[in-house]
């Protein structure tokens, strides 16, 4: 079999960095580059996300793991909230990512009023 069509690993279910580069029409040199690049430990994801349906890539749901490393992450929308799509969609747009915190540094919880508790 041609090396062009099938992985080096026969058991990869994510894509390679250059797939996801491409297919989120990466810029070389940009911010989103390096963290797409910065964003592949892929083994905190479940192995069936490699197939569910959402519009959400790999990197920027490790990227969104990070950010939230107590979230439950099940459910139709995997646990990701919708919206991170279209962050998606304004990162892709907006390749500088200014104003956007590209640190692993995990989100502070949100802390309820007393509607909130």
Known sequence: MNQDTQSIDPGRI????E??????????????????????DL??????????QLQIPPWLR???RKKHPNAKYFGPSGG????????????VAHQDLTGL???????APLQGGSRGK
């Open 62 to 64: 490790v990227y969104w």
């Open 14 to 17: 994510w894509p390679t960095v």
């Open 101 to 107: 915190d590209v640190s692993d540094a995990p989100v």
């Open 80 to 91: 990701y909230p919708l919206v991170l799509e279209r962050l998606y969609d304004w990162m």
């Open 19 to 40: 797939q996801q580069l491409i297919a989120s029409k990466v810029i070389f040199g940009s911010a989103l580059e390096a963290l797409v690049r910065a964003h592949q």
């Open 43 to 52: 083994h905190i994801l479940r192995p069936e996300e490699a197939h569910d």
